[in-house]
């Protein structure tokens, strides 16, 4: 099958984490046979119009814009011309998408328009949502929120990663029948047990926690456990770069809270890391804490042999299985993290058991090849009923 993933702001080949998703999932589509081509905003004047990957997977930079990186909150009045240059290419050349699969909202709204012109199926993924703008907010316009409604009540099918994203798309509008739930996966290739670790100390236990330094991840609340947790570290990766996280405001108000709880010299903000050196990352931490916001850092984790401890809500509740792969705790509740942490950290069997647990879950679960093969069938559901309508309409005429 012919594919086209639109992902104007996040290509598959730069980094971050919705550029692995669409990375890791086109390059599974093309080894199941599929013919993949990822169209993606040109932000480099250097960069080849087209790019094909060492796995088979063709990235097409669109002119849409200056060619120079955007941020996201601006890249809305560039979609029409996206979408003009998409219909153009489909129109004009030899090879036409039978399904075009959308990343992110805006994206979402240059394939409804360029698709529609050609009539082509639209299968869209938001991977986040917007928060929900107070009524009369934005007199000058729709709020994000609206062009996502619209965009879910437009396309073929939406594809959740979870049940909690399911909720969030119902409560916005998006009607269920519309709604397919598959999973994202992770790269059992890359995170793995086997392979180097980052430099620890040996006697003392190592708590990992992974995502931007913001107050909704959570990372305060492990901050105030890690005074039940004695003699263990907390290490955080992300946010800036490490030149930048100095005068970072998240990383001084993070800082600042581990000083009042006095566990500052066991607490450490490590800044971004390249994706590539994550996996070192995971296997020198004896667990994880995750949060609902960054369930993708958990598979990782999961992958590389490593046990969670999450919050009892949202994605993680439904990629941890609680008491077999990980804890789940309540939510917002540091005494009960925090007695976690010392149970599992001072209890070596349950931690292997765990572990090995949470390593099989990742891969028989969460495999790019599983993954692959399920919005492969949606997008052939959506080929047959296209088909099957164009046929009624010819026995008509």
């Not at 409560?171 to 620890?200: H, K, Y």
């Not at 947790?229 to 996280?245: D, F, N, R, T």
């Not at 996996?279 to 995750?290: K, T």
Request: charged share 25%.
């Amino acid at each position: 099958m012919r594919i086209a993933m639109i992902s104007e702001q996040a290509s598959p080949l730069g980094s971050g984490d919705q550029h692995a998703h669409v990375a890791e999932l086109s390059e599974a589509l093309v080894e199941l046979g599929h013919d993949v081509r990822v169209y993606t905003r040109r932000d480099d004047p250097d960069a080849a119009e087209v790019v094909l990957t060492p796995s088979g997977v063709r990235v097409v930079h669109v002119a849409a814009g200056p060619a120079q990186p955007v941020p996201e909150d601006l890249l809305l009045p560039h979609m029409g011309e996206f979408a003009r240059v998409l219909s153009e290419q489909w129109r004009d050349s030899d090879w036409a998408p039978e399904v075009a699969h959308a990343h992110f909202w805006t994206s979402g709204l240059a394939a409804v328009t360029a698709a529609r012109q050609i009539g082509i199926p639209v299968v869209q993924s938001f991977h986040e949502l917007g928060a929900v703008e107070p009524h009369g907010k934005n007199p000058q316009g729709p709020s994000r929120s609206g062009y996502e409604r619209a965009l879910g009540r437009a396309v073929d099918r939406v594809v959740a990663q979870t049940q909690d994203e399911v909720r969030g798309l119902v409560r916005i509008g998006v009607p269920r029948a519309r709604l397919s739930v598959v999973p994202s996966g992770v790269n059992s290739d890359r995170f793995t047990p086997e392979g180097p670790s980052v430099p620890r100390d040996p006697e003392r236990p190592r708590i990992l926690s992974v995502g931007k330094l913001v107050e909704r991840k959570g990372f305060g609340d492990v901050i105030q456990a890690m005074r039940y947790v004695p003699g263990a570290e907390m290490i955080v990766v992300g946010g800036p770069s490490p030149e930048q996280l100095p005068g970072d405001p998240g990383a001084k108000a993070l800082r600042a809270m581990a000083e009042q709880f006095q566990v500052a010299d066991r607490f450490k903000l490590v800044g971004a890391v390249p994706r590539n050196d994550m996996p070192s990352w995971y296997r020198s931490a004896d667990l994880l804490v995750g949060n609902p916001w960054e369930e993708h850092s958990a598979l990782e984790a999961m992958a590389c042999g490593v046990p969670i401890i999450g919050t009892a809500e949202g994605a993680l509740t439904e990629t941890v299985v609680d008491g077999l792969t990980g804890d789940l705790v309540p939510a917002r509740d540091p005494r009960a993290m925090g007695g976690a942490l010392r149970r599992l950290v001072n209890d070596k069997v349950r931690r292997f058991t765990y572990a090995t647990a949470a390593l099989d879950r990742a891969r028989q679960a969460y495999s790019w090849k599983r993954v692959a093969a399920q919005v492969g069938s949606i997008y052939s559901s959506l080929r047959r009923t296209s088909s099957s309508v164009e046929a009624s309409t010819e026995a008509v005429a």
